[in-house]
């Protein structure tokens, strides 16, 4: 449990030096502790500490956990990082603060249905999701794709789209997807950029993310 504590600790720490570290590009990100598969007692720990940012993978999931989480702690924000199933947009609205994944035209109108349907006060962020290696099997949108698409998003269905999110290829030099995704976001005059793990925050703190998604570093390795 204490060990928990030391492993956030020690990355925002980590945070805070690359941030100094890289000041001129740097964009003071954001770190969202990823909890998914972690229990809700390690996830109270650091909300003890501090952390009100976290992401999940899947919608059941984070009912299940947040439902209570976030009934009991103030001023949680609960982002969505796995894919979004058009047959899970009710739930994934009701629990979720951003939404981080959305990468096709149908699960777009059924949010925008949903949002106009049901009135509350809750001002959720969504990011599209840029496939930036152009990988054959993985979700999100090609590079050469994401204008129109976004275009599309908010003109014509009037959905408002705060960030762009990548997760670069397993083999790859991740600064390299992470300069595209920077680069896209500010030609397209997005503010958000969702991007860097445990294993390469330092490069997308210092090519200007604005969330940073840690998992293991803080829980510890996922079984
Ligand atoms: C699991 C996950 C993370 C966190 O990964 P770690 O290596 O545990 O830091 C970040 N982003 C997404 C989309 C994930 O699925």
């Known amino acids: 449990m204490s060990e928990i504590i030391n492993n956030y600790k020690k990355i925002i720490n980590q945070i805070e030096n690359y941030k100094k570290e890289f000041s001129r590009t740097s964009r003071n990100p954001e770190l969202i502790a990823v909890s998914k598969t972690f229990s ?13 940012i976290f992401g999940e993978n899947k919608v059941q999931e984070a009912q299940k956990k947040w439902t209570k989480l976030k009934s009991t702690n103030k001023g949680i924000e609960l982002h969505l990082l796995g ?16 939404i981080q994944t959305i990468d096709r035209e149908k ?17 959720h962020k969504f990011f599209i999701q840029v496939n930036t290696g152009n990988e054959e099997q993985k979700s ?3 590079i050469n794709e ?11 269905i009037n959905l408002n789209i705060n960030g762009l999110m990548c ?16 680069e896209l976001c ?15 925050f330092k490069a997308a703190i210092q090519f200007g993310a604005t969330y940073l998604r840690i998992g293991s570093g803080i829980f510890g390795p996922r079984s």
């Open 167 to 182: 997760i670069p290829p397993v083999n790859e030099e991740p600064s390299i997807h992470f300069n595209i995704l920077r």
């Open 146 to 156: 994401v204008e129109e698409f976004l275009e599309w998003c908010t003109k014509k």
């Open 83 to 98: 894919p979004l199933q058009s047959n899970k947009i009710k739930p994934a609205l009701e629990i979720f603060d951003v």
């Open 186 to 200: 500010d030609r397209l005059g997005l503010v958000h950029s969702s991007m860097g793990m445990t294993i390469d």
């Open 107 to 123: 699960v777009v109108v059924k949010i925008k249905k949903h949002l106009d349907l049901n009135v509350t006060e809750k001002k």
């Open 40 to 52: 809700s007692d390690k996830i109270q720990i650091i909300i003890d500490e501090g952390q009100r």
């Open 140 to 142: 999100g949108v090609k």
